[in-house]
Nanobody
Framework: QVQPVESGGGLVQAGGSLRLSCAAS????????MGWFRQAPGKEREFVAT????????DYADSVKGRFTISRDNAKNTVYLQMNNLQSEDTAVYYC???????????????WGQGTQVTVSS
């Protein structure tokens, strides 16, 4: 398993950008696909983006496609989420997690981090 630790969240104005980082401990990081999910107050946790083990495949939720970019650096055991043109509806706690393969399915992921808060002011 990987143990993710998210960072990079904060308060940003609408239209602004943030880059989230997820440092995952464990020597098997490159054996895991990684994903980002988010949870807004009163809502269920939802899929944001996923990336395959070698970074060659990515998938995004329709709501963030064209604005967010997921990437990874296996040498640094780190996955990133570049978020551009942020909107108020992007306000949520963002979680990093690992899975055996890149998927949107919540149940395939384990080893959740503590999350990082992203707040977008309009």
């Amino acid at each position: 398993q990987v143990q993710p630790v998210e960072s990079g969240g904060g308060l940003v104005q609408a239209g602004g950008s943030l880059r989230l980082s997820c440092a995952a401990s464990g020597s098997t990081f490159s054996s895991y696909a990684m994903g980002w999910f988010r949870q807004a107050p009163g809502k269920e946790r939802e899929f944001v983006a996923t990336i395959s083990r070698d970074g060659g495949y990515t998938d995004y939720a329709d709501s963030v496609k064209g604005r967010f970019t997921i990437s990874r650096d296996n040498a640094k055991n780190t996955v990133y989420l570049q978020m551009n043109n942020l909107q108020s509806e992007d306000t949520a706690v963002y979680y990093c997690t690992g899975a055996p393969w890149a998927t949107r399915e919540f149940v395939r992921y384990d080893s959740w981090g503590q999350g990082t808060q992203v707040t977008v002011s309009s």
